[in-house]
């Protein structure tokens, strides 16, 4: 997989139109269709959390953006997301690159992961956050 990668897979609240990150997004980058990752998706409250997992029978559903300013838009969803050196430790989403599943096949995407313990959290069975939050 490409470390230069412009391709984000996004599941969770950069999905939701009011966010001032999601808007963010959609200026800087081209929607370039439906994906889904092998996984489990997490309530953790304010926000879903993703955790990749082949074996796991379901998938976690969203969209995949092509950013524009790859190196640019990730700085500033990083610290959206929690992750980076200058963040708080062990920090709360980790940035993989991961195959997502589309139409057209596997595609290489970053993905923000969820990176800290799950066991006090429902699993989000349907794996569309959107829907379940009817955002």
Partial sequence: ??????????????????????????????????????????????????IPDENYPGYVYGSICELKNTAGALRFLDYYEGFGDDQDQPNLFIREL???????????????????PVEDFRVIESGDYIGYKNL
Avoid: H
């Fill in 1 to 50: 997989m490409k470390e230069n990668n412009n391709y984000l897979f996004v599941y969770g609240t950069l999905l939701n139109e009011s966010n001032e990150f999601a808007i963010y997004l959609k200026q800087n980058c081209n929607y370039f269709g439906k994906g889904k990752l092998k996984g489990r998706l997490y309530d953790l409250g304010e926000y879903p959390g993703a």
């Fill in 98 to 116: 991961l195959g997502v599943e589309t139409n057209g096949g596997l595609i290489d995407c970053w993905v923000y992961l969820y990176n800290l």
